[in-house]
Nanobody, 122 residues
Framework: QVQLVESGGGLAQAGGSLRLSCAAS????????MGWFRQAPGKEREFVSA????????DYADSVKDRFTISRDNDKNTVYLQMNTLKPEDTAVYYC???????????????WGQGTQVTVSS
């Protein structure tokens, strides 16, 4: 069975940083595009970032570009999201996702984690 487990969420002050991790098992990790999504209270899930199988190509939502960095370590079956200069509007549940599609994209993902809460105070 495929399992994605997020960790690293918590409380941060505006302007602070957090690093999220997503550990994958039950799949050949290096063959999957990986992504991060988030969902704030009362809003729909939105795309945050994605990274290609070898980590050479990345994609970011406009709201987080220049502040967040996605990376992956295929030897550890883990994808990361480094979040800097956090804003209160970054408050959401953050989800890790895996896609079998070729190429980085924002829409079609096959497996999802349970999510980790990120709260940013002003």
């Amino acid at each position: 069975q495929v399992q994605l487990v997020e960790s690293g969420g918590g409380l941060a002050q505006a302007g602070g940083s957090l690093r999220l991790s997503c550990a994958a098992s039950g799949l050949t990790f290096s063959t999957y595009t990986m992504g991060w999504f988030r969902q704030a209270p009362g809003k729909e899930r939105e795309f945050v970032s994605a990274i290609s199988r070898r980590g050479r190509i990345t994609d970011y939502a406009d709201s987080v570009k220049d502040r967040f960095t996605i990376s992956r370590d295929n030897d550890k079956n883990t994808v990361y999201l480094q979040m800097n200069t956090l804003k209160p509007e970054d408050t959401a549940v953050y989800y890790c996702a895996a896609s079998i599609r070729v190429g980085v994209q924002r829409y079609e993902y096959n497996y999802w984690g349970q999510g980790t809460q990120v709260t940013v105070s002003s």
